[in-house]
């Protein structure tokens, strides 16, 4: 950036000069950057976009375990995971960050908004690489429960296996002939209710695989048609619960377990 008015060249860059004479605008040391600011070329700087007005979603996130490597929680449905898209303020990881103060908590793998249950953060940058890395090369044991509709024809347990793909700009992801890169241990419990275990972690997986034996998950707007539901409906959650989490612990090596403490809910 040349010199000279700093509010007067973002305005005429980025639209952002009334970010700068707000004092909203900072350097990558913290330090602010105001109207008399000279940067030098290629500086980096950071700004806080404008949020819309999100909606409040209405339920608390328990936590199940804290120490100094990890938090975990018990994810409410209808929150999500992460900043993405209209839901900022609403997710696990803003809420917590403020909350608990740890700026530099994350996500050592992904819930989707719907689904409730175990999700691990990470406290620190230093040991986020290890847990995640754990999640995605498939050390972690995984079991979900749900609740759908019953087939007697189906034989329990079974296997599914497929071929999931999942592209930017659709909702649903879809089954497509080749490879299997997703699978399934599914299991009836009896009265629509079914503990799954994936032995992969493709997005949507547990959905599309119950909706492609004709069990879509109860209250599932995506599988297997695509449901609109405002925003602020907290009328009908995913019956898809991740009821427990098991690994060998990457810092310390010892063995961990962590079980929700919700129920599905009620139909």
């Not at 696990?92 to 908590?105: A, S, T």
């Not at 069990?215 to 449901?227: A, N, Q, R, S």
């Given at each position: 950036m040349r010199g000279g008015n700093v509010a007067e060249e973002f305005e005429r860059r980025w639209g952002s000069g009334a970010k700068v004479l707000a004092g909203e605008v900072f350097r990558a040391d913290g330090t602010v950057v105001d109207a008399a600011t000279v940067l030098p070329a290629g500086a980096v700087v950071y700004l806080y976009r404008e949020l819309p007005n999100e909606v409040v979603v209405?339920?608390?996130?328990?936590?199940?375990?804290?120490?100094?490597?990890?938090?975990?929680?018990?994810?409410?449905?209808?929150?999500?995971?992460?900043?993405?898209?209209?839901?900022?303020?609403?997710?696990?990881?803003?809420?917590?960050?403020?909350?608990?103060?740890?700026?530099?908590?994350?996500?050592?793998h992904r819930l989707d908004r719907l689904t409730a249950g175990v999700l691990v953060c990470t406290v620190r940058r230093d040991v986020r690489a290890a847990y995640q890395t754990m999640f995605a090369q498939g050390r972690v044991h995984k079991?979900?429960?749900?609740?759908?509709?019953?087939?007697?024809?189906?034989?329990?347990?079974?296997?599914?296996?497929?071929?999931?793909?999942?592209?930017?700009?659709?909702?649903?992801?879809?089954?497509?002939?080749?490879?299997?890169?997703?699978?399934?241990?599914?299991?009836?419990?009896?009265?629509?209710?079914?503990?799954?275990?994936?032995?992969?972690?493709?997005?949507?997986?547990?959905?599309?695989?119950?909706?492609?034996?004709?069990?879509?998950?109860?209250?599932?707007?995506?599988?297997?048609?695509?449901?609109?539901?405002?925003?602020?409906?907290?009328?009908?959650?995913?019956?898809?619960l991740a009821h427990s989490l098991e690994f060998p612990d990457p810092i310390s090596g010892a063995r961990r377990r962590f079980v929700s403490a919700r129920e599905l809910p009620a139909d």
């Open positions: 209405p339920f608390d996130v328990p936590i199940l375990h804290r120490d100094n490597d990890i938090v975990v929680v018990d994810k409410p449905h209808f929150l999500a995971t992460m900043p993405r898209g209209r839901h900022v303020a609403q997710t696990v990881v803003v809420r917590l960050r403020r909350e608990l103060d740890l700026p530099e908590l994350s996500p050592a079991t979900y429960l749900a609740h759908a509709g019953v087939d007697p024809e189906l034989t329990f347990p079974m296997t599914v296996r497929s071929r999931i793909v999942k592209r930017r700009g659709c909702l649903q992801a879809l089954q497509e002939p080749g490879e299997s890169n997703a699978e399934t241990v599914i299991e009836h419990l009896g009265n629509g209710r079914y503990r799954l275990t994936p032995r992969t972690g493709r997005t949507h997986q547990l959905r599309v695989h119950m909706s492609s034996l004709g069990l879509p998950i109860t209250g599932d707007p995506l599988y297997p048609e695509v449901v609109d539901v405002a925003v602020d409906d907290f009328s009908t959650p995913l019956r898809l």
